[in-house]
């Protein structure tokens, strides 16, 4: 199942936890905290710091949880006059120029090696000439 297919199978739970797929458990155990709703035989309820550990209740995940997004770094390399940011996906690796990545679906920020610290556009050019490293953020989908 694809993590979208889970969480939506884990919001529209309603059997017990020890007869829901291994999966969906595996699944539910590492989102945990006070993201489910406990069935208790009459109403559902929220829950904190759900442990599991009754397998005759039924758990689902809040209507409201969103995933945590992850994040990819791909690091800007000066390339002549231009900065581009060098992605590596397998066997292919490519060149793409920065000035237009804040435009991307896909970007998050733009970030240096020291403490992931966030950098705007216009400075790294003199971060990255200082000797400094500079990354382009991008959501996975």
Known sequence: MTQ???IKALKENTSA???????????????AGDNFEVYDGTLWYIAFDVAFNVPYK?????PDYQPKPEYEKFEIVPDGVYLRMFM???????FIPINNMMERVDFAHFET???NKHIPIEDIATYIHNGGKVFVVLRKE
């Not at 039924?58 to 809040?62: Q, V």
Request: hydrophobic share 35%.
């Open 4 to 6: 979208k297919e889970i």
């Open 17 to 31: 936890f020890g007869l829901m797929p291994k999966e969906l458990q595996e699944a539910a155990r590492k989102i």
């Open 58 to 62: 039924a758990y689902r995940l809040r």
């Open 88 to 94: 590596r996906k397998g066997q292919i690796e490519t």
């Open 113 to 115: 090696e020291l403490e």
